[in-house]
């Protein structure tokens, strides 16, 4: 059902409570998430985005109670990704002939997944549609995070419809930011930017300063999943900006994997040599095989530095710190240093080799890792203290 924005504006997307991974089950959704869709009548009616597919047929028959179908005008395609545009073969098939208005690389994304040719009307930066009293301005936004991407403004009512810039995967009843828990706010929208965004940052600051150059004022901020920012709207953008310029906060994460608890100790006791020499810094230990990756991939972004540490296992790290370091690799994190460390029984190769992994995913590296034969003995377990001394010394 409709949730009223601002006069003439509603809300009529949908709220998905249960879902708990997303892009397949690459991203974790501990708070749900939502399909936000919108509604703008006036002389003219649009419709901004629709739902995920599995929600077509509900969200289809909840439009038909709020408005006859036949008075829709427009439909504005910000993004052809199918947690966006699920649903328009649905809508399209009671409202065939509707244009829809979209960037034009969409006019080639949304035949590829739905194998329609709908009345599509690709737009360019700055084209406008009127609806009366209220004009919507297009603003393309490639790479952000397809090449589809378009963020929508509405004049008279200063509305951005953001796309996936400025979002969060967070059910929440109420919609507006002054009106959500702002540490599960926050953190679900570092987590959005860390684990999805992050591969476009410098993309994402040269779209951000395009659109604010065009000085269209921005009264709220309606995004494609999770909350709305309503009250001060500048936050996030001005939080954006800083996420995109190599990001980093007083903290060091250490992701571990291990077998029977030697390669675990390693990192607690490098852990304290770093809290010897850098008391105020944060460090936080995961280890790999249980915490989320995503929740991993958040605190490595927030990190001004990462350890990574794992038994030699077949002549290489655990497959947990593989798959992550392979994450790390797409992510593109700048700015950060590394090392590794390994306990080994007749190998040992696991740190030279995430060393190496490390340095092509980006990273600098500030060592030649640290070994263990077996478990640490008293000396080893001092070595290790200095270590973390030494790898703090090395980031600070």
Not at 153 to 177: M, P, R, T, V
Request: aromatic share 12%; proline share 4%; net charge negative.
């Amino acid at each position: 059902m409709r949730k009223k924005i601002v006069e003439g504006v509603s809300w009529v997307g949908k709220i998905d409570w249960e879902i708990r991974t997303t892009h397949g089950i690459e991203y974790s959704t501990h708070k749900g998430t939502s399909y936000n869709a919108y509604l703008i009548e006036d002389k003219k009616t649009a419709l901004v985005d629709t739902v995920w597919e599995p929600y077509a047929k509900e969200f289809v028959d909840n439009l038909k109670l709020e408005i006859d179908l036949d008075q829709i005008d427009y439909i504005i395609c910000n993004h052809a990704e199918p947690d966006h545009s699920g649903a328009l073969p649905a809508l399209m098939e009671c409202i065939p002939d509707t244009p829809i208005y979209c960037t034009k690389q969409a006019t080639m994304s949304l035949p590829g997944h739905y194998h329609q040719n709908w009345d599509f009307r690709p737009v360019n930066a700055g084209d406008t549609l009127s609806l009366g009293q209220n004009t919507l301005t297009f603003h393309p936004i490639p790479m952000v995070h397809w090449p589809d991407s378009m963020m929508t403004h509405l004049s008279g009512k200063n509305i951005l419809f953001s796309n996936d810039a400025f979002g969060q995967h967070y059910a929440h009843e109420l919609l507006f930011n002054d009106l959500a828990d702002q540490c599960t706010l926050y953190e679900e929208a570092i987590k959005y930017f860390a684990n999805i965004l992050t591969p476009f940052s410098s993309i994402i600051k040269s779209r951000i300063e395009d659109f604010l150059a065009t000085s269209l004022p921005v009264e709220l901020i309606a995004t494609s999943h999770g909350i709305l920012w309503h009250k001060n709207p500048e936050q996030i953008i001005e939080q954006y900006l800083q996420w995109c310029d190599a990001y980093q906060e007083d903290q060091i994460t250490i992701i571990y994997d291990s077998m029977y608890n030697s390669t675990k100790v390693i990192a607690e006791t490098i852990a304290h040599g770093i809290l010897q020499h850098s008391p105020a810094t944060r460090v936080k230990l995961f280890h790999a095989g249980k915490a989320d990756k995503n929740d991993i991939i958040t605190e490595v972004f927030r990190s001004k530095a990462v350890l990574l540490g794992s038994p030699t296992f077949n002549k290489g790290p655990l497959s947990s710190l593989s798959a992550l370091i392979e994450d790390f690799h797409g992510l593109k994190f700048m700015g950060k240093k590394a090392n590794a460390f390994t306990s080994y029984g007749w190998s040992g190769e696991a740190a030279k080799l995430m060393l190496a992994q490390l340095m092509d995913a980006g990273f600098e590296i500030t060592g030649d890792g640290f070994r263990v034969n077996w478990r640490m003995d008293a000396e080893e377990r001092h070595a290790a203290l200095q270590f973390g001394v030494d790898f703090a010394a090395a980031t600070f």
